[in-house]
């Protein structure tokens, strides 16, 4: 009986043993894998469609999701937006994709990457698809923040086989478009290390954006930007034929298009080397971007004034995406300083109320509105990283409450309440 009993409970430790593996691998599977089951969003003529239905979006811009990932003492900020993002009813972040030398840079040199910063990027990915956000992911900066092609044409420059140090030689320079071209395989290949998704099958990725805000301003014309937003964009579409892709535009008109002379906030914005219509038309693009940032751009005007303009620019280019594009037009930011000089809080409410409900009522006439993104939101003990166009949500509760009832708004011309919990909980109350 003593030999018969020791076999016995040897053998229940083991099964015991065997059971606490499965369950806290099983755990863990149900963590990442087994939340929200995702579709690819799709588009078919001037909408995004999900399964079938329209998808009209309602969300934000956290650029910072990836550097905060990296570091142990900030990864908590990362969750904690996303979660307010899931509970305002926000359906798309907008955040990069990338970071070119420097502190925390994803991409140390050409061709050679950080596994830990990497890793990063597999968090927000995977922590999104846990709270049902999916990522709009920027692909580079046109800007000097984070690297940006400065710091492509500072590589090559450094290495001796760059054509120049003019910052537009990122667009026709063939080694740096060679480096740019590495890192895209890289990242549209890269295997998610929670998830085990490769980014280029991973179906919570909205889409990608070739570069944040591209300017060319060595030719004003526009062919060297309009070239590499063909070459990029095709190559994009050889590995990923998955995903929706777009450039990044701020909507400016080109000189060749006779909107500059009347649409465009001033002079200056023809002559940066792009053009709203012309850059969007090409065919692997799969939607046109536009941003709106009327107090940046726009000089001494009064406040009135900028909102009546917001409202021309973003019909303008609603008609274009309806009658020349025949795609969806999607505002990716939209912003207000605080540091203007005759700012008012109030000044936001009604620039934001004007963007949410022309997107409103594009979606009901089924136009090519297609969404907006709100620039930026943060979470509280984040000063560091806010800007002045920064808000932390619930610190203003008129614009908590615009952007809630927007995702309501629209959740139910597609019909997607019922099936998702935060949207349901939020709409309930008749917002």
Known sequence: MVAGNGLWYTVLGFASCVAFIYMSYTDLSFTYDQEPEFGFVKRNGTQFMVNGRAFY??????????????EGDRKPKVREMLQVGAKMGLTVCRTWAFNDGGYNALQVSPGHFDERVFRALDYVVAEARQHGIRLLLSLVNNLLAYGGKTQYVKWAWEEGIGLSSLNDSFFFDPSIKRYFKNY?????????????????????????????????????????????IEEMS???????????????????????????LTLNPEVWASTLGSDFVHNSKVSDIDFASVHIYPDHWIHDKEFEE????????????????????????????????????????????????????????????????AGALIWQLFVEGMEESNDDFGIVPWERPSIYKLLTKQSCRLARLGGFIQENRNLKELCLDGQ
């Open 57 to 70: 979006i309602n969300g934000w811009n956290s650029f910072w999701l990836m550097d905060y990932a990296a």
């Open 184 to 228: 895209l395989k890289t990242l549209l290949m890269r295997r998610n290390t929670i998830t085990g998704i490769e980014y280029r099958n991973d179906p919570n990725i909205f889409a990608w954006e070739l570069i944040n805000e591209p300017r060319c301003m060595s030719d004003p014309l526009g062919d060297t930007l309009h070239d590499w």
């Open 234 to 260: 095709a190559f994009v579409k050889s590995i990923d034929k998955n995903h929706l892709l777009t450039v990044g535009l701020e909507g400016f008109y080109g000189p060749k298009n006779p909107k500059h």
């Open 306 to 369: 900028k909102l009546t303009f917001i409202s021309k620019w973003m019909l303008s280019h609603i008609e274009d995406g309806h009658y020349e594009l025949n795609k969806p037009v999607f505002f990716t930011e939209y912003g207000l300083s605080n540091l203007n000089k005759d700012f008012q809080p109030t000044q936001r409410d009604r620039f934001y109320k004007t963007v949410l409900d022309i997107i409103n009522k594009s979606a009901k006439r089924n136009q090519s509105g």
